[in-house]
């Protein structure tokens, strides 16, 4: 049986619909005119920790589907979506609603003691940091959003109890030995609006917590200023620190921390 007139016609008609998405020209001239009107700095790695608004989890769907080989359309379709993202950024819609405390612990030279003391022993230390740290979170009640590797991030609905948590870790982690090598935690915390996707946590103040763990001296607790604001300054012993880091605003405040008496 012989195709119809009108199928044929509507069958050429996909098919040249189909060339013209797959014009490299085309695709190529869309890209370029998103680039220059949007701008494509660091907007492919932002895919790799897509935030909660709609905007940014239908621009991960879309880039996962259009592949390596994109269409005029998925170009198209991509500009929009970016132009929507921006706009949600301006208005402030990409960061969460209320402040929480971000912490982030390590321990201070673990990677060279590892390479000494292998696998073994390092397994055994982590269980025991693990086992040390992780009972103050949650006796103050943190949520433990990712343990990572030496070290844990940590989130506190109260900035005191984060700090209270970070005390008391410090001191439980100073009766841990092995191998007679003794960890020494070093502790970051800063008070923001992170995003929240699914259960981690993104933007820029997940990165000031994350770079104050960073700088940090062995058991020490370095706080950021809107963290120190949040605090009885009074019960504490506060040390202004010099800090610069990229990622974070020249002009914070970072503070050294630790009890009165």
Known sequence: MQPSKAGERVRRLAEAARELNRSERLVDSVRRTREWALGDEDFHGRLATARGRPADLAVR??????????????????????????????????????????????????????????????LELLRDVSEAIEPPVVKQRGEIVKRLGDGLMAVFWSAPCALDAAFEARERIAGVEVDGYVPRLRTGIHVGRPRKLGGDYFGV????????????????????????????????????????????PSDLAVHAVAPAS
């Open 61 to 122: 769907e879309l880039a996962a589907r259009r592949g390596e080989t994109p269409g005029v359309l998925g170009e198209v379709g991509m500009t929009a979506l970016q132009a929507w993202q921006r706009l949600a950024e301006s208005q402030g819609r990409g960061r969460g609603e209320v402040d929480i405390a971000i912490m982030f612990t390590d321990l201070a030279g673990f990677s060279s003691w590892t390479l000494e003391a292998g696998d073994d022993l390092a």
């Open 205 to 248: 103040d997940v990165n000031i917590a994350a770079r104050l763990v960073e700088a940090a001296a062995p058991g020490e607790i370095l706080v950021s200023g809107s963290m120190l604001q949040a605090l009885d300054a009074a019960s504490l012993k506060v040390s202004r620190r010099r800090f610069s880091a990229k990622g974070a």
